[in-house]
């Protein structure tokens, strides 16, 4: 039972932008922050984005002012739209239920898959 469905990734060049989408099953989604997470190459998984039910952000460092996430309660649906990109956002992109301090909530998706070329 897939519960969580990443989408959007693709390969794209420095500087560029990318609008990825995870829908989320209702019972996910529903009451729960959720975040964008990213796996870049030798690196651990790492939480780059988050967003409450009332829709107050926060991100990392790393991606801050480049990168935005929003919610569509009525689709169950989050997005990432990442602009100003940079090789080493290059990784595999999953969203997951939960925040910073609470962690992944849910066993990962497939993930979707962002290259940036330099």
């Known amino acids: 039972q897939v519960q969580l469905a990443e989408s959007g990734g693709g390969v794209v060049q420095a500087g560029g932008s990318l609008r990825l989408s995870c829908e989320a099953s209702f019972s996910i989604f529903s009451g729960n922050t959720m975040g964008w997470h990213r796996q870049t190459l030798g690196k651990q998984r790492e939480l780059v984005a988050v967003?409450?039910?009332?829709?107050?952000?926060n991100y990392a460092g790393s991606v801050k002012c480049r990168f935005t996430i929003s919610r569509d309660n009525a689709k169950n649906t989050v997005y990432l739209q990442m602009d100003s990109l940079r090789p080493e956002d290059t990784g595999n992109y999953y969203c997951n239920a939960g925040g910073w301090i609470s962690g992944p909530l849910l066993p990962w998706g497939q993930g979707t898959q962002v290259t940036v070329s330099s």
């Open positions: 967003i409450s039910t009332g829709g107050i952000t």
